[in-house]
């Protein structure tokens, strides 16, 4: 117990005699940490665009308007039964003007000819949702050779680029993002590597005593170590105080991005709370460890 103390108690005197590194120190840590938030955001808010873009992916078969409601059931029946398709949404004639009047009830015009025409001039269709945006090549392949008299026209527009251009941004997203968390973890070492080295040098006739006192290697390369924790354990709280009020100043504008859908990413991160700064306080923990160790062995040659 009282080696457990005078560690504890030598690590907060290296840190009180050392404030400015400290401070230093802990910046770099609370930034590198600040970027790998950010990118872990950036990573959901983009699997999150994707998985919005892929549910609008859609092909549409319009039917003839004579066609009868069991003939347009049964090829619903039919390609329900297609490779990678996962839902057949039927939307009739009623429905389709329906759905044209909500949209255009703005414009005059549009409504005004609607009513001089005297009928419903749309047509029934088959709207097929596939079940792998990634397999939707194929599924068009299937749908241009389904073979019905009551098939109208096919519309296969290739919605499925638009997902293809949202994963390359990601992905060079994701990799802008690796390339700054390096950098900002080299720094993080590189800094906390000479803090120690100072600290080191400043104390460097006590580990000479220690040493010839028969003090063990352990005991005096403990203090350091501990040191490199508090600076973590500091940085994870600074971050953690930081972060959430940055979250809830970007809530609004993702809700307005995302309108009708249930994204919130101070949900996410709070009920991944542990997991996520829990992983980065063992990470920023054992980088901080390993710099500091690095430096007691090679400038207290111990």
Known sequence: MNTILRILKFSAQDIARNVWLSVATITILVLTLFSINIMATVRVISDNAIEVIKGKVDFSVYLKSEAGEGEILALKTKIEGLNNVKSVDYVSKQQALQKFRDKNQNNQQVIEALRE???????????????????????????????????????????AAIVKKVDYITGKINEAGLFVIIVFSLTSLLV??????????????????????????????APFLVSALIYTLIAILLITSIFFPFLTLLQPYLEVF??????????????????????????????????SLLAVRKYSKV
């Open 117 to 159: 025409l005297g009928k419903n001039p749309l047509s029934p269709s088959l709207n097929i949702l596939p079940n792998d945006t990634t397999q939707a090549a194929q599924l068009v392949e299937s749908l241009k050779r389904l073979d019905s008299d009551i098939i109208e026209s096919r519309d296969f527009s290739d919605n």
């Open 258 to 291: 995302f309108t009708g859908y249930n994204i919130n990413i101070v949900s996410y991160f709070i009920n991944n709370f542990w997991f996520i700064f829990g992983v980065e306080f063992l990470a920023a923990a054992f980088a901080a460890a390993s710099a």
């Open 192 to 221: 906390i590597y000479n803090t120690v080295k100072v600290t080191i040098y400043t104390h460097r006739r006590e580990i000479e005593i220690m040493r010839l006192v028969g003090a063990s290697r352990s005991f005096i390369v």
